[in-house]
């Protein structure tokens, strides 16, 4: 099933010394250890002949040690420094839709800040008619929301533009992770400062040391986003915005400024740095767009992937997920022949606006070569597009906003590689 001379593999990162440390697993390293048989029926158990901990031992649960390995994993030659890095989600290792919060992925610009929550102000300032400041307790006093959405980087799979270079669902896709946030509508602050009819757009500003600011237009801060002080129940973790973060449904994850500082309501865009020199999108005749906000429709696999090998033949669960910045998903297909034959998938509710999705769909392997693909539809009718489609219209110069159509290629034992089709 796989045209050799159609098939471009994956560049190979240890031949040239760069190699990914954890992403280096083989299929052996990655199976199951072989059980101890005194612990197999009709024994009785070892864990059961001795009384375990006691509710003192964890004040602050803890996952099991033997997922120890289910942790965010960074690429050291990525970036210059780790404190203008990222991180990576192991969506192949999560379940549902949910990403705890000690695995949601990490980008910064200067590095996690560490702010007392006491010494903690919210300016709103600018084309506004009462400029204010609020304390975190002021905000927890207005009307609370609660939301689930995704947050991706704009330059989630970015390193594949040019062919298939990431041998890990993790390290390729791993730039989004999906959780509930609790705080208070944009628009409910500005029932308080009042706006300016010549106020058009938003300056977001935090307060970590790269100073890191984006220009809004009005209408999405008077859509959907959210000022949050919380995320799955709990307050938000120091690297994602502690005490206070601002949340962009469906827009790029650069402009959710964390450990947010100031809100400056202007008539126009700002033009900082992060949306003039960086996040724009480099087309093949020399010009950028500039403000490609929205995260178009798209999804991966988690499972098979090349961290998940197939182990046994037979019949198999394929799952992955799926998400847009337009709205919901409206439907999830998956070929296992490289695009020339689709099925529809299941998706598992809920079903949320601009969320991940979960989808499944059965089939029986018997040992042969597969092309894996999953294809996302959303409420909008948008289709998630293959790489030559991308290509044709972007060329091959941009590293964000690549939503393309990926492809694990199943081996006849049961290994996956990351590849692309040509």
């Keep these: 099933m796989t045209d050799k001379k159609k098939l471009i593999s994956r560049r190979s990162l240890f031949s040239t010394g760069a190699g990914l440390g954890a992403l280096a697993l083989t299929t052996k390293s990655l199976?199951?250890?072989?059980?101890?048989?005194?612990?197999?029926?009709?024994?009785?158990?070892?864990?059961?002949?001795?009384?375990?901990?006691?509710?003192?031992?964890?004040?602050?649960?803890?996952?099991?040690?033997?997922?120890?390995?289910?942790?965010?994993?960074?690429?050291?030659?990525?970036?210059?420094?780790?404190?203008?890095?990222?991180?990576?989600?192991?969506?192949?290792?999560?379940?549902?839709?949910?990403?705890?919060?000690?695995?949601?992925?990490?980008?910064?610009?200067?590095?996690?800040?560490?702010?007392?929550?006491?010494?903690?102000?919210?300016?709103?300032?600018?084309?506004?008619?009462?400029?204010?400041?609020?304390?975190?307790d002021d905000l927890k006093r207005f009307p609370q929301v609660n939301k689930f959405y995704f947050l991706e980087c704009a330059a989630n799979g970015g390193m594949e533009w040019r062919g298939a270079q990431l041998n890990g669902c993790q390290y390729t896709f791993g730039m989004v992770h999906n959780v509930q946030y609790t705080g208070v509508k944009l628009s409910d602050l500005?029932?308080?400062?009042?706006?300016?009819?010549?106020a058009k757009w938003i300056l977001a500003e935090g307060s970590d040391s790269s100073g890191m600011t984006r220009s809004i237009p009005i209408e999405k801060i008077k859509d959907d986003c959210i000022v949050a002080w919380a995320m799955n129940g709990e307050a938000l973790r120091p690297e994602q915005g502690y005490p206070v973060r601002l949340v962009v449904p469906g827009w790029e994850?650069?402009?959710?400024?964390?450990?947010?500082?100031?809100?400056?309501?202007?008539?126009?865009?700002?033009?900082?740095?992060?949306?003039?020199s960086k996040y724009t999108d480099l087309l093949s005749d020399g010009n950028a767009r500039m403000f490609t906000w929205v995260m178009d429709a798209k999804s991966v696999i988690t499972s098979p992937c090349p961290e998940k090998p197939i182990i046994h033949r037979g019949f198999q669960q394929i799952s992955g997920l799926a998400w847009s910045g337009r709205g919901k998903i409206k439907r999830v297909d998956v070929s296992l022949d490289?695009?020339?034959?689709?099925?529809?998938?299941?998706?598992?509710?809920p079903v949320l606006d601009k969320s991940l999705t979960r989808f499944t769909i059965p089939f029986e392997w018997g040992g042969e070569e597969l092309l894996l693909q999953?294809?996302?539809?959303?409420?909008s009718n948008y289709v998630q597009p293959t790489i030559q489609e991308l290509q044709k219209i972007r060329g091959v110069n941009s590293i964000y906003h690549n939503n393309s159509i990926a492809t694990w290629l199943i081996t006849k034992s049961g290994k996956v590689d990351n590849v692309r089709l040509g």
């Design 338 to 349: 490289g695009g020339k034959n689709w099925k529809t998938a299941q998706l598992h509710p």
């Design 190 to 198: 500005l029932q308080e400062t009042g706006l300016k009819n010549s």
């Design 253 to 276: 994850g650069n402009m959710w400024v964390k450990w947010l500082r100031r809100l400056e309501f202007g008539d126009k865009p700002y033009m900082t740095r992060e949306e003039t």
């Design 31 to 136: 199976l199951a250890k072989e059980a101890n048989k005194k612990n197999l029926p009709p024994n009785v158990p070892e864990w059961t002949e001795a009384l375990g901990e006691g509710v003192d031992a964890n004040p602050y649960g803890m996952p099991s040690e033997f997922e120890s390995h289910v942790v965010r994993r960074n690429v050291e030659w990525l970036t210059a420094s780790t404190e203008s890095s990222v991180n990576f989600t192991p969506l192949q290792d999560l379940e549902g839709i949910v990403t705890p919060n000690g695995l949601c992925f990490e980008r910064h610009h200067g590095g996690t800040t560490i702010i007392n929550p006491t010494d903690y102000r919210l300016m709103i300032n600018g084309l506004v008619d009462r400029e204010m400041i609020f304390t975190l």
């Design 374 to 379: 999953s294809r996302a539809i959303d409420e």
